[in-house]
T-cell receptor, first 114, second 112 residues
Framework: KAGVTQTPRYLIKTRGQQVTLSCSPI?????VSWYQQTPGQGLQFLFE???????NKGNFPGRFSGRQFSNSRSEMNVSTLELGDSALYLC?????????????FGPGTRLTVT | QQQVKQSPQSLIVQKGGISIINCAYE??????FPWYQQFPGKGPALLIA?????SEKKEGRFTISFNKSAKQFSLHIMDSQPGDSATYFC???????????FGTGTRLTIIP
């Protein structure tokens, strides 16, 4: 099976702009989660979508939003970019194993805000 | 509290030695404890995971030890190899919940 794919891999934006990142989960996975990774804050949960509905949400401002399509592909959007939004944005798709959800991460999108 | 505390921040181990990374959690409702390995420029990769109903789980050279009463769990890498040099993250989540709370990471370096 192909892994989680994320596009684009690298992105440079200017403060105040908005950006949309895309994630394609592993085939058959219906849950997609997004995380932000920075050197200072580490890996932080943004939100999770299942069957096109947001099921979990982290502690990020409303500028961060997402959605999921009927084919489980997901996008996240950040509006009014700030310098502090520079980070690696990771998408993970999940499958239930009977014990818990195993999450598999994509390679991430490196966003730089200037 | 939702924190997961991880130590050490960095670790240097000789090839063939045992690498040990520790994590402690506060929320007793956490029910799933995975470990992830991350190489530069890559996303985290699931290594091994444990539920609190067992005290130890082994997969190849990787072992998780779990102490429910102390709210601690650790990753042991036996016969450490240079290819194991990476950043390791512990994490925890509530049962049936995809939201992972991560530790701060340990940068492991295996020297020849």
């Amino acid at each position: 099976k192909a892994g989680v794919t994320q596009t684009p891999r690298y992105l440079i934006k200017t403060r105040g702009q908005q950006v949309t990142l895309s994630c394609s989960p592993i085939s058959g996975h219906r849950s997609v989660s997004w995380y932000q990774q920075t050197p200072g804050q580490g890996l932080q949960f943004l939100f999770e979508y299942f069957s096109e509905t947001q099921r979990n949400k982290g502690n990020f401002p409303g500028r961060f939003s997402g959605r999921q399509f009927s084919n489980s592909r997901s996008e996240m959007n950040v509006s009014t970019l700030e310098l502090g939004d520079s980070a690696l944005y990771l998408c993970a798709s999940s499958q239930w194993t009977g014990l818990s959800y195993e999450q598999y991460f994509g390679p991430g999108t490196r966003l730089t805000v200037t | 509290q939702q924190q997961v505390k991880q130590s050490p921040q960095s670790l240097i181990v000789q090839k063939g030695g045992i690498s040990i990374i520790n994590c402690a959690y506060e929320n007793t409702a956490f029910d799933y404890f995975p470990w992830y390995q991350q190489f530069p420029g890559k996303g985290p990769a699931l290594l091994i995971a444990i539920r609190p109903d067992v005290s130890e789980k082994k997969e190849g050279r990787f072992t998780i030890s779990f102490n429910k009463s102390a709210k601690q769990f650790s990753l042991h890498i036996m016969d450490s190899q240079p290819g194991d040099s990476a950043t390791y993250f512990c994490a925890a989540s509530l049962f049936g919940n995809e939201k992972l709370t991560f530790g701060t990471g340990t940068r492991l370096t295996i020297i020849p």
